[in-house]
């Protein structure tokens, strides 16, 4: 059993930046594809971005180039940093692992994600 635990989340202005960082803690985590979700009111959850256990990364296109995700082992923690922020990007953001191989397709494949976080907050204002 994995268990995520997600912080970071906060309001801020467009153009802003917020950290999420997703902890993990029970079985090893190392071998899984960990991916972060978000889900805005009213909306489907959406791939934003996974990273695979040897740093592969892949991105959905809406954040690429303003998002980068990276995973520290050593500390059994995913991070997302965020940048230059937009008001779309508001949303509940979720952290997940797949044990599924990590690839771009895998981001739109949510029912591949057998753990998910509680999720944490982002809000951007205009």
């Known amino acids: 059993q994995l268990h995520l635990v997600e912080s970071g989340g906060g309001s801020v202005q467009a153009g802003g930046s917020l950290r999420l960082s997703c902890a993990a803690s029970?079985?090893?985590?190392?071998?899984?594809?960990m991916g972060w979700f978000r889900q805005a009111p009213g909306k489907e959850r959406e791939g934003v971005s996974s990273?695979?256990?040897?740093?592969?990364?892949y991105y959905t296109d809406s954040v690429k180039g303003r998002f980068t995700i990276s995973r520290d082992n050593g500390k059994n923690t995913v991070y997302l940093q965020m940048n230059s922020l937009k008001p779309e990007d508001t949303a509940m953001y979720y952290c997940?692992?797949?044990?599924?191989?990590?690839?771009?397709?895998?981001?739109?494949?949510?029912?591949?994600?057998?753990?998910w976080g509680q999720g944490t907050q982002v809000t951007v204002s205009s």
């Open positions: 997940a692992a797949s044990s599924a191989s990590c690839s771009r397709p895998l981001l739109l494949w949510r029912l591949a994600y057998s753990y």
């Open positions: 990273i695979s256990s040897d740093g592969g990364t």
């Open positions: 029970g079985v090893s985590y190392t071998r899984y594809c």
